[in-house]
């Protein structure tokens, strides 16, 4: 999904350095980006524990960081929002890739006259992903 967005930024035809993908493990890359001097600013979505150590080498450098840990995405839907097409969009993005992405909407947030209507939703659009056998074809 990132190579992808990287090709439609670079179709953009952006100037050089506006955006740049980066690929690589989290101890080699992502410690080379954080403590290297041309870089201004590391953002992560992961662990506390991984970002207490980008912390520690993006703040020796005295580099702005923006850290997500730990924590939850939240998928917020404002009133004014088609509340069951929200709603599907979001369990669709909870079950893909069996839940195993940083950023996946795991917390619906609705305002509460929407709350009964959401669960309802939710529990149906959720009801038609079906566990199976993850050796079955």
């Not at 992808?4 to 740049?20: R, W």
């Not at 989290?26 to 001097?37: F, I, K, M, R, Y």
């Not at 839907?77 to 079950?95: E, H, I, Q, S």
Request: proline share 4%; with cysteine; net charge negative.
């Amino acid at each position: 999904m990132a190579q992808l967005f990287a090709e439609v930024v670079a179709g953009a035809e952006l100037p050089a350095g506006v955006f740049n993908l980066v690929t690589g493990l989290g101890p080699v890359a992502g410690q080379a980006l954080a403590e290297h001097p041309g870089v201004d600013l590391v953002s992560f979505t992961g662990s506390t524990a991984v970002g207490r150590r980008i912390g520690a080498s993006a703040g020796a450098a005295v580099k702005r960081v923006a850290l997500e840990l730990g924590g939850k995405s939240a998928n917020i839907v404002l009133p004014g929002a088609d509340l069951t097409r929200a709603v599907k969009v979001g369990v669709a993005n909870v079950m893909a890739n069996a839940g195993q992405t940083c950023s996946v909407w795991t917390r619906l947030l609705v305002h509460a006259d929407q709350y009964e209507e959401a669960v309802e939703l939710a529990a149906a659009a959720a009801a038609k992903y079906v566990p199976g056998d993850p050796r079955d074809a």
